[in-house]
């Protein structure tokens, strides 16, 4: 007698495995490259042999254990996601960035903030929204808050901050009436990540002239409704997006200390 012919999904799961580990094997090896590593190099750092790692990356890994590859991708300092595809009883494609959003929602409340989730421009024509957009009546000010998990392009979101930057102004002057406009300010939140801190340190100067406005003050501003700085502001949230802190320049970064959302500060450091 034949043997019992085998489940569907296992022949399935082989035939996806093979199929992963080929594609995995290309972006290893890519990866590799990149950093100017050698074979011997990273094996040695992830504890296999190089004769594994050129197994690996041929596409011949669909049976490596998943330690190894997590161990290849923290070596080569890149993530890796080993997971099912979305449920769509799970929770929302967007939820990193909807956390991150519900984190500012909720302090601006704290600081007497109008709060307005993806906000739609009013401009003539725009099918601009802001992340969150902060109204305070009575001090007559609005701010635009952008929410960034990662930075793709950095010219395009600051140019598209700036125009959502000039459709406020539109909007501050409706929203004041006959009164004098309100004030509009602009804050980036920025998720902190060892990949993003890269980023505002390979561009300092970049950061500093686009985000001049000091971080604590605009930390202090959004959780607990103090004085808005006059100039845009730059401030990290924590990677699980529970708390917002300041940004300090290079220069301070030996100094820097988490600014818990609603913590009181005698100063205001950029």
């Known amino acids: ?118 906000a739609r421009s009013r401009a003539s024509g725009s099918d601009r929204s802001v992340d969150v957009r902060l109204v305070d009546r009575r001090a007559r000010r609005l701010v635009v808050a952008e929410c960034w998990n990662t930075f793709g392009d950095l010219g395009a979101a600051t140019r598209s901050s700036n125009s959502k930057v000039r459709d406020a102004e539109e909007q501050a002057v409706a929203v004041a009436g006959d009164g004098q406009p309100f004030e509009v300010g602009l804050c980036w939140v920025v998720r902190d990540t060892k990949r993003n801190r890269e980023v505002v340190a390979r561009y300092e100067q970049i950061f500093t002239a686009r985000f001049p406005g000091f971080s604590a003050a605009w930390v202090m501003a959004l959780t607990n409704g103090g004085p808005m700085p006059h100039q845009p502001g730059l401030v990290w949230c924590d990677v699980r997006a529970t708390r917002l802190f300041s940004h300090r320049r290079a220069s301070r970064r030996g100094n820097h200390r988490q600014l818990r959302a609603g913590e009181p500060t005698a100063t205001h450091e950029g």
């Open 1 to 118: 007698m034949g043997g019992a012919k085998r489940p569907r999904a296992a022949i399935l799961g082989e035939q996806r495995a093979r199929a992963a580990a080929v594609r995995l094997g290309a972006d290893l090896r890519a990866s590799r490259k990149r950093r100017r590593l050698t074979q011997a190099a990273l094996a040695q750092d992830v504890g296999i042999s190089g004769q594994r790692l050129g197994d690996l990356e041929l596409g011949l890994g669909a049976a490596a254990p998943s330690d190894v590859w997590f161990a290849l991708a923290e070596a080569l300092d890149r993530y890796l996601k080993f997971e099912f595809a979305r449920d769509p009883h799970a929770e929302l494609a967007d939820a990193g960035h909807l956390d991150m959003q519900e984190l500012l929602l909720r302090v601006a409340r704290g600081g007497g903030w109008e709060r307005a989730f993806e």
